[in-house]
């Protein structure tokens, strides 16, 4: 169990959310998958529908019209201590700004930006909102991951615009970004086999006890697989699809 009351250090991914075209379905499925519940959006925090364990947020929902011009994703949040000093070091690094900064009157700012390798990422400036208040267990995000087709310009542009400390893992095609010598996400370099319209991102990891049991469950629920669940270093873990496409990943915490 991991409980979280004070704002995230800069660099830390704080946050998930997603923008779907069916709220309603979507909070279905992921109640159904982690037990969430939900507390309904209200003007004053953007409409932004906050999912819930044991009564704190771990993730949020946002409705678009059906006709928005935008995929249905799980976006990642990098805490900033300034978000408008992080939108200006994007620009001057080669990343763009999709979405300005905004503010939502007491809980914080945020902007939406690409890196300088074009993957999309939300920055966000704690107000009375941190982020995530449960994380690294069942049914919360316990692992945010760049894929990238360049991994060298990725990991120089997050050093200079969030100060991360990006370290080659040994033996592994992987890069860890740590803050002050702390883990908290990861990088790899997507394989030329990767077909070019997936474009560079972030991947959310929830976790579950069983990987194998909730791959059916999503399956039951709606959603999709897209393959088998794997073994890896860092644990059993299997990518997976909501009913409205947003992809993400399970990965087993049962011997964490």
């Known amino acids: 169990m991991s409980e979280l009351n004070t704002p995230y ?39 932004l529908t906050m999912a819930l364990l044991r009564g704190k947020p771990v993730a ?39 979405v300005p900064v905004f503010e939502v009157e007491g809980p914080g700012r945020g902007a939406i930006v690409a890196d300088a390798t074009g993957a999309s990422f939300g920055m966000w400036e704690a107000g009375t909102h941190i982020g995530a208040y449960v994380v690294n267990e069942p049914g919360a995000v316990v692992w945010n991951e760049l894929a990238t087709r360049d ?43 990767v077909p070019t319209d997936i474009p560079p991102h972030w991947m959310t990891y929830f976790g579950v006890t069983d990987v194998d049991a909730a791959v059916d469950r999503v399956v039951s629920l709606g959603g999709i697989a897209v393959g088998d669940p794997s073994d890896s270093p860092f644990g059993r873990f299997a990518t997976v699809g909501d009913p409205l496409g947003a992809p993400f990943r399970v990965l087993d915490v049962a011997a964490r």
Do not use: C, I
């Open 60 to 98: 949020g929902l946002r409705e678009m019209p059906r006709d928005a011009p935008f995929a249905v994703v799980w976006t990642t949040y990098l805490a900033t201590d300034d978000v408008d000093e992080s939108v200006d070091l994007t620009e001057d690094r080669g990343g763009a700004v999709l």
């Open 151 to 193: 991994l060298d310009t990725a990991s120089a542009f997050y050093r200079d615009v969030f100060d991360l400390e990006p370290e080659r893992t040994p033996g592994l095609p992987y890069t860890r970004f740590k803050v002050d010598g702390r883990t908290v996400g990861g990088a790899y370099a997507m394989a030329d086999e």
């Open 9 to 47: 250090e800069h660099g830390t991914p704080a946050w998930v959310d997603q923008l779907t075209t069916d709220l309603r379905a979507t909070a279905d499925f992921y109640r159904g998958l982690f037990g969430w519940d939900y507390e309904v959006g209200t003007p004053e925090n953007g409409g």
